[in-house]
């Protein structure tokens, strides 16, 4: 409010204009005081709005890394049962070359005994 220097008037015009003059600058002041909380407001809905967005982009972001994490575990999974079938598979081959390998073994030695029999045969008879 303004401050008055002048003396109060004494007369019902005077004061009329004098009660006039206090309303309108107190609605001055009453207007300046809703345009800065309405102000404020308008800043802190801003400011809500722009968490918000940022909410949901941590949220998509945090969606997409559990998303990715699923599937990624699901992958694991995956390559551990692929290694285990190859593993098992790699161990019926190694057993297989190990039959094919004394198998083989068996052969020759019989083979080698035959060879061996004909030799010695071959030298009673000269």
């Known amino acids: 409010m303004a401050t008055m220097t002048a003396p109060l008037p004494t007369s019902s015009s005077g004061l009329r204009h004098m009660e006039q003059q206090l309303l309108k600058e107190g609605k001055t002041e009453a207007n300046q005081s809703v345009n800065k909380a309405e102000k404020h407001n308008e800043k802190l809905s801003k400011q809500e709005a ?4 940022a909410l949901n982009k ?3 972001r945090h969606d997409t890394a559990v998303a990715d994490l699923t599937n990624s575990d699901r992958e694991v999974k995956l390559k551990h049962q692929q290694d285990a079938k190859i ?6 081959k190694k057993a297989q070359a190990e039959k094919l390998v004394t198998s083989q073994k068996v052969h020759d030695d019989a083979r080698q005994a035959r ?3 004909v ?4 030298t009673e008879a000269h």
């Not at 593993?87 to 019926?92: H, I, K, P, S, Y």
């Open 50 to 53: 722009k968490a918000a967005d």
């Open 58 to 60: 941590a949220e998509h």
């Open 87 to 92: 593993q098992a598979e790699l161990e019926a």
């Open 115 to 117: 060879l061996q029999e």
């Open 119 to 122: 030799k010695d045969a071959m």
